[in-house]
């Protein structure tokens, strides 16, 4: 059994594979506390949801693309039966996970998309390092940035691990805290090999809407 907080159907907001439909699946639960996180609803409640039908209500929005997000999926072993249960039905399947919890044992066909955790976060002493060098050409890596103490972090980490020569990286701006243009300055001056992202559903909808 799974713990799910909401099975919703919408634009994909973030990644590479921004502005595609996608069926979301967010489980319930999460064992960080970022001080920007913007689905802290996630953290508790939710119903307890078996695997088929899980992927039965997937299978009604007739999307292709799916992610497992949260809250922090992993934190739920049973997700990771979940996702090869999405894989086996011909979906790609993204994971959104913190980085706080090893994704080795992640199936090999899902597309992870790793959030590397700043110290605007509050969270980087629960990041697990070692996912650093376990993502591939399929994964992304995704710094969310608050503040330029942030940003010359997430420099600094992007060369020491250089993620770039393994993966897409993704520099993603807090929602209304770190202006857009200034980290699109930043990027360009020190000509960063990433991708410059905004979250595109809180353009489209209310940031703070639920379900889209």
Not at 152 to 166: C, G, P, V
Request: net charge negative; aromatic share 10%; glycine share 8%.
């Amino acid at each position: 059994m799974l713990r799910i907080t909401e099975i919703f159907h919408s634009i994909q907001g973030e990644s590479s594979f921004a502005g595609q439909p996608c069926v979301f699946v967010r489980l319930t639960g999460c064992p960080l506390r970022c001080t920007w996180c913007d689905t802290d609803y996630a953290f508790f409640g939710g119903r307890e949801c078996s695997i088929e039908d899980t992927l039965a209500t997937v299978n009604t929005y007739g999307c292709r693309l799916v992610e497992v997000t949260g809250g922090e999926p992993l934190a739920q072993p049973q997700s990771l039966s979940l996702m090869s249960g999405l894989c086996d039905a011909g979906y790609t399947v993204l994971l959104e996970t913190s980085g706080a919890i090893d994704i080795v044992p992640v199936d090999p066909r899902v597309h992870v998309i790793l959030d590397v955790k700043c110290p605007g976060s509050g969270m980087t002493e629960k990041m697990h390092w070692p996912n650093l060098t376990t993502l591939v050409a399929k994964d992304e890596a995704k710094f969310v940035l608050a503040d330029r103490v942030d940003y010359d972090w997430a420099h600094e980490i992007l060369t020491r691990y250089e993620i770039a020569s393994r993966c897409s990286v993704l520099f993603s701006p807090v929602f209304g805290s770190l202006d857009v243009r200034q980290l699109a300055e930043w990027i360009l001056a020190d000509r960063l090999p990433v991708r410059f992202q905004l979250q595109l559903h809180k353009y489209i909808w209310a940031p703070d809407m639920r379900g889209v």
